[in-house]
């Protein structure tokens, strides 16, 4: 069964899983919600999981379509992200190998946070040498046939957040290791430049 998703900056584990299971569908047409992994996302720093949010406008009291979510330019947020990613990964096992493409995106300056979101997707899974089937809906409705709904189901807010008998948590090696236990479902960025080639595989059989 194809999975309906929202755009997500740097999805989690979780999220990936539900790329590469099968047919996904990214939802751009739904009303934008706060605080979500639309525009964070989380790693893991010396100090803990560190959230790295994209700073947008959203008019106060207003809906409005998620496509349609401008990024808010007049902030350094794109410095201060990649230094921070530097920071915790800087010494990660495959750091090196694959920071120069994600250095170059941050080198972007992007209006959309959708489009943003969409390229940061693509280059990943570039990366992890995956095809997936990823489709864009062309208008927002309530309910689809035939999918897992998971939009607001994978949420940093644990109220929202619901079951998921697909997927299950595989520990890896992880930067901090020797001073933490292992924290689960961070971004994907995390699980690539700590097990490099081996995200794939990790990522295949996290899908129950």
């Known amino acids: 069964m194809s999975a309906l998703l929202s755009t997500a900056y740097l999805g989690n584990i979780q999220y990936y899983t539900k790329l590469v299971s099968g047919e996904a569908e990214i939802d751009l047409w739904e009303n ?3 605080q979500s992994y639309r ?3 989380d790693i893991l720093t010396a100090n803990g999981i560190c959230s790295l949010i994209v700073p947008v406008l959203h008019p106060s009291g207003r809906k409005i379509r998620t496509k349609d979510v401008r990024i808010d330019r007049s902030k350094k947020w794109r410095h201060q992200h990649w230094q921070s990613i530097v ?3 800087g010494k990660a096992p495959f750091f090196d190998h694959y920071a120069g493409a994600f250095e170059m995106m941050y080198a972007k300056e992007y209006e959309y946070l959708a ?7 693509q280059l990943t899974l570039q990366l992890l040498h995956i095809e997936a089937s990823v489709a864009y809906t062309d208008a927002y409705r309530e309910s689809f046939a035939e999918v897992s709904d998971f939009r607001d189901a994978l949420s ?3 109220k929202s957040r619901r079951p998921d008998s697909a997927f ?3 520990p890896y090696y992880q930067v901090f290791s020797d001073r ?3 924290v689960g479902n961070l971004s994907i960025i995390d ?4 097990e490099g080639p081996e995200a794939v595989a990790l990522l295949r059989n996290s899908i129950l």
Do not use: E, G, H, V
């Open 115 to 121: 489009d943003w979101n969409r390229d940061l997707m």
């Open 191 to 194: 699980l690539l430049f700590c």
């Open 87 to 89: 920071s915790a990964y």
């Open 32 to 34: 934008y919600r706060k």
């Open 39 to 41: 525009n964070r996302c």
């Open 156 to 158: 940093p807010k644990p």
């Open 168 to 170: 299950r948590l595989i």
């Open 180 to 182: 933490m236990p292992f």
